[in-house]
């Protein structure tokens, strides 16, 4: 992914994508440790719908559960819990936290050893760990078909919960985060370990916060971790034999609070928009029905459907208010010819998804000035025949109910918000240059880039004799508003 510098994708993993996953996957995580948590013996469960199979089997089994291990795990969680919300809460004025996962491993370790509560109780424990670290090997490529489908639903899930928490990490320290670099760091991560035949590697919540709860800034506090795992790897390792398998499931459970309190999030989706809310939580039933990598691409296709469903129905343009305009050209424009000018700006670029939703605005908003503007005309005719002709009684007679020919309006578009386009979005704009010019109204384009330009002379130059597109708003203004002028003059010289 580092190589086709992918990371410029990333995104469309947005928050609530990112978020339902996440915690889906800490669900699937959590599942996986219930029958150690229980002290049951349970096949191995996997595939589609697995999540509730694995519960309905522990259902069907309730009796097999071992009280010691029950009860073992339980006490180990409060006690997490709750030492880790004591050094949350009091971190400011405490300099050392309690590594309180530390000293849960060694107490349980020393109890199990002493009661030797694996033959007295049957409680499951860790067993034997091989001390050191295998010789480098390359890994057997023969397996490669055979897991190619999970090992790229690993990756991609453990690069996008690391990206999440470095991106909530550089929201919380005030930095930038640069995508295809963590698809270079994440992936060497991974490649070097393999020939160590390490398990995939991710960022983890948990570790993530002690990071922060212990004011770790530098890569140096990784390094110090690194020498602390290989001292138990060479010489501890081996004297966690006895460590419980429920108090390790325990440790596990608890170090996903994280990302399983992200349920929290639903109601600030819901608050701010229903549809992110309803993407949070289908993006997390398809996880746990399915799969991480499932759920995530659920989550993506989704949010990329209603993106493209909501684009066309967007506001395509805005009436700009007309006084404020009139402190920027500083010409002597007169009531009459301001009257006449509409200004409307164009909020989004011209694809195919919005350009017929564009061309239906515009010629709603030309329709309904031209008919605000034949009321007007024919209330002043009515109003002047009232007062020539006393005899009328107040009505106006046929011909007084003429419409009077109405003036040439003129119609700025400011195209400023056009940031992008294609060739259905240009097609469209001049299309609606021609239609405005049949209805008697002369367009006017501002702020045009020069592509757009371009553009628009490959699609049909609208009018090649008199100039279309301007810089500004109040060079179009200027234009109209000269034009005006000579058409008067004329008027007066033909008289």
Known sequence: MFVLQLGSATFLLTEPVISAMTTGAATHVV??????????KMPYISGPLGFFYIYAYVFENIKSVRLEALLLSLLSI????????????????????????????????????????????GLEVVGHIPKGIPPPRAPPMNVLSAVITEAFGVALVGYVASLALAQGSAKKYKYSVDDNQEFLAHGLSNVIPSFFFCIPSAAAMGRTAGLYSTGAKTQVACLISCVLVLIVIY????????????????????????????????????NVDKIDWGIW??????????????????????TIAIVIGRFPRAKTLSIKNMKEMEFKVKTETDGETLQQVKIISINNPLVFLNAKKFHADLMNI???????????????KCEQNTLLNSLSNGNCNEEASQPCPSEKCFLILDCSGVTFF?????????EVYMDCKNRSVEISLAHCTASLIKAMKYCGNPDSENPVSFESVSAALSNIYSNKNLSKLSDHSEV
Do not use: H
């Open 31 to 40: 599942t996986s440790q219930v029958k150690y948590l229980l002290g049951m």
């Open 78 to 121: 409060v006690v997490l819990v709750l030492v880790k919300e004591l050094n949350e809460q009091f971190k400011r004025k405490i300099k050392v936290v309690l590594p309180v996962d530390l000293v849960l491993i060694i107490a349980a370790s020393f109890a199990c050893y002493c009661t030797n509560m694996e033959i007295t109780y």
């Open 235 to 270: 010489a501890i390792g081996p004297l966690l034999y006895w460590l419980p398998m429920c108090v390790l499931a325990s440790i596990i459970v608890v170090g996903l609070k994280g990302m399983l309190i992200q349920f929290r999030d639903l109601k600030k989706y819901w």
């Open 281 to 302: 939580v289908s993006t997390y039933v398809f996880t746990i029905c399915f799969a991480a990598n499932v759920g995530l691409l659920f989550g993506v296709v989704c």
């Open 366 to 380: 030309i329709q309904k000035e031209n008919a605000n503007n034949q009321l007007l005309d024919d209330i002043s």
């Open 422 to 430: 294609d060739y259905s979005g240009v097609s469209m704009l001049v």
